[in-house]
């Protein structure tokens, strides 16, 4: 059985290791990356805490950058001060944003001083998941079948997106107030759903995809016939407008413009990290790694 373990912040070590690497030629923007192309400087990128999708696709990122010659720093943070820092150009992007509702309120509130890069991935979607063989295959069915479930709704952290979804419109939409609503974290989460698959017991849990627990566990979602979990999302890029608009990061903003990733592929990279390597203290030989693997596909990213 795997075990699962979530990772939100990178190593300081790594993350001086490499800037030290990247600035030892000096800082007068004539340093070349491994490729020989000219260093373009420092880019910070805004990783939401816990949201495996965007701490996979900035690890990539940051690879890909630094290849380039750019010093990256990711910074992890819950959305609310992610999204603050990019108004103000504290981070320059994050990769993470869902539309059009689990992040709308974000956006809408710094839509003056933040701008869409475009849609990296269209397969995104929130549910409440259960073990393969739960004897209910929707929504409907739970309440009547909640014994069966320990009485309990497993979810992640309170302020999430989905965490409020599940409170203010699953809940009532589906009867479902007699049971207990647990949240914590994402990864305590987890730990739930891979005790529950050792034992072989039943267990609801609020997930979302794309996500590498898919692919690790026998899970399904129940079918939501009322859409109270909503419509698939997209998944963003999202910039500070004043530095999309600057012309010495055209050749970034661009390559985040064309950026796609669809879930198989993106399962793939999630599961190197999250599952291949649960106790890992640095992503990045893991992503060098998926990179070799995966050259075609990571070389037309900044064709």
């Not at 373009?40 to 910070?44: K, L, M, S, V």
């Not at 992007?93 to 709308?104: G, K, M, N, Y």
């Not at 190197?272 to 990213?301: C, H, K, S």
């Given at each position: 059985m795997l075990t699962v373990k979530s990772r939100f912040f990178k190593s300081a070590a790594a993350l001086s290791v490499a800037a030290l690497a990247l600035t030892a030629c000096g800082d007068n923007g004539s340093d070349e990356g491994d490729n020989g192309e000219a260093a373009?400087?420092?880019?910070?990128i805004g990783v939401f805490n816990g949201w495996e999708e965007g701490v996979a696709a900035s690890e990539l990122w940051s690879y890909i950058l630094e290849d380039k010659g750019y010093e990256v720093t990711l910074e992890y943070a819950d959305p609310a001060p992610?999204?603050?820092?990019?108004?103000?150009?504290?981070?320059?992007?994050?990769?993470?944003?869902?539309?059009?509702?689990?992040?709308?309120?974000?956006?809408?509130?710094?839509?003056?001083d933040i701008t869409d890069l475009g849609v990296w991935n269209d397969e995104s979607s929130l549910h409440l998941a259960v073990n393969e063989d739960a004897p209910i295959d929707s929504l409907e069915e739970l309440a009547e079948n909640a014994d069966e479930f320990n009485n309990e709704i497993v979810g992640i952290d309170p302020g999430a997106g989905l965490t409020q979804t599940t409170e203010s419109e699953v809940i009532p939409t589906y009867g479902l107030e007699d049971m207990e609503f647990t949240t914590s974290s994402t990864p305590a989460m987890l730990q739930e759903l891979e005790t529950a698959t050792e034992a072989g017991d039943n267990i609801v849990v609020t997930l979302w995809r794309p996500h590498w627990a898919y692919d690790a566990y026998p899970i399904k979602d129940l079918e939501d016939p009322e859409g109270a979990l909503g419509d698939t999302e997209s998944i963003h890029a999202y910039a500070n407008a004043e530095w999309a608009e600057d012309e010495a990061n055209a050749d970034i903003v661009g390559w985040l413009e064309?950026?796609?990733?669809?879930?198989?592929?993106?399962?793939?990279?999630?599961?190197?990290?999250?599952?291949?390597?649960?106790?890992?203290?640095?992503?990045?030989?893991?992503?060098?790694?998926?990179?070799?693997?995966?050259?075609?596909?990571?070389?037309?990213?900044?064709?």
């Open positions: 373009g400087g420092e880019i910070t992610v999204y603050s820092g990019i108004s103000t150009n504290d981070y320059n992007f994050t990769l993470d944003t869902w539309l059009p509702v689990t992040h709308a309120d974000y956006v809408e509130k710094y839509s003056d064309n950026f796609e990733m669809d879930s198989e592929t993106l399962y793939s990279l999630e599961n190197e990290m999250f599952n291949e390597n649960p106790d890992t203290e640095d992503y990045r030989p893991i992503v060098e790694e998926w990179v070799a693997e995966n050259q075609e596909y990571v070389d037309g990213l900044t064709n």
